[in-house]
C-alpha cells in the first residue's frame, strides 16, 4: 500500500508562488509515476500535471503550461509541483497520485493511489 501526503498549500495572490510537495511512503518510488490533480468547487477532478516513473518525461495540462513544473526527487521520495503566475482560477483542492510504472499521465482511471489533497486558494 503506498500512502501519499500533500503539503504546501495555502492563500496566496494573483502572480505569486506556491511549492506543493508529495511525499510517498514507499521504497520503490523510482518505480512509480506521479500525477498532479485539481479539483475546483462544484467541478470534475482534472489533471494537472505528470511525471513518468523514469522521470524523463512530462506532461501538462494546457491551462498550466509554460507556468506550473512537476519534479521530483526519487532519494526523498517526494514529487513536487512549482506553482508560479498564479490566477484565481487556480483555487482548487490539488490531489497528488501515484501508479506503478503508469504511462498515460492524463488519465485518472490510471491512478492506484491518492492523497488527501491541499487547498489553494489564489485571491484576485
Known amino acids: 500500500q503506498v500512502q501519499l501526503v500533500e503539503s504546501g498549500g495555502g492563500l496566496v495572490q494573483a502572480g505569486g508562488s506556491l511549492r506543493l510537495s508529495c511525499t510517498a511512503s514507499?521504497?520503490?518510488?523510482?518505480?512509480?509515476?506521479m500525477g498532479w490533480f485539481r479539483q475546483a468547487l462544484g467541478k470534475e477532478r482534472e489533471f494537472v500535471a505528470g511525471?513518468?516513473?523514469?522521470?524523463?518525461?512530462?506532461s501538462y495540462a494546457d491551462s498550466v503550461k509554460g507556468r506550473f513544473t512537476i519534479s521530483r526527487d526519487n532519494a526523498k521520495n517526494t514529487a513536487y509541483l512549482q506553482m508560479n503566475s498564479l490566477k484565481p482560477e487556480d483555487t482548487a483542492v490539488y490531489y497528488c497520485?501515484?501508479?506503478?510504472?503508469?504511462?498515460?499521465?492524463?488519465?485518472?482511471?490510471?491512478?492506484?493511489?491518492w492523497g488527501q489533497g491541499t487547498q489553494v486558494t489564489v485571491s484576485s
Open positions: 497520485a501515484a501508479v506503478l510504472f503508469g504511462s498515460r499521465f492524463d488519465t485518472k482511471g490510471e491512478y492506484d493511489y
Open positions: 511525471i513518468n516513473w523514469g522521470g524523463g518525461s512530462t
Open positions: 514507499v521504497r520503490a518510488f523510482s518505480r512509480l509515476t
